[in-house]
């Protein structure tokens, strides 16, 4: 099978991600108020009446499927762990920054490294006795 069978239009994904964070919000109340076997079917009651008070027609299938993503914590942002690849990425994405002291750097050390230079130069030439 191909992938792209298996892809869901990308208004029905909006929709689950919509369902889970209404879940969300409301979850608390739900939690303290059932157990976990009716909590299934009183959320899919309840958010019928959410989305049909905002006069959007779902159905079942997504609400469910919303519901199983909310289980599953699909939709939850988890970072990334630190590591070197992240640190060099933050570098990377922060380059603007770091480009500004990083020219002011290179641009001093030049200087510098001149100074030295020049500065060997001309006491090697008043050491050889020329004026």
């Not at 991600?17 to 899919?44: C, H, K, P, W, Y």
Request: glycine share 4%.
């Amino acid at each position: 099978m191909n992938s792209k069978e298996h892809q869901k239009p990308m208004n029905e994904v909006m929709l689950a991600m919509d369902i889970v964070d209404t879940i969300r919000r409301n979850q608390s109340v739900v939690e303290r108020e059932l157990g976990a076997e009716l909590q299934d079917e009183v959320l899919l009651n309840r958010l019928k009446d959410i989305y049909g008070s905002q006069g959007i027609e779902v159905s079942d299938a997504i609400l469910r499927e919303g519901i199983v993503a909310l289980r599953e914590d699909r939709f939850i942002y988890k970072p990334i762990p630190p590591s070197f690849k992240r640190f060099l990425a933050k570098v990377y994405i922060k380059r603007r920054k770091w480009n500004k002291f990083f020219l002011f750097f290179m641009v001093s050390l030049i200087i510098i490294l001149m100074l030295s230079f020049l500065s060997e130069k001309i006491s090697s030439l008043y050491s050889s006795g020329m004026p």
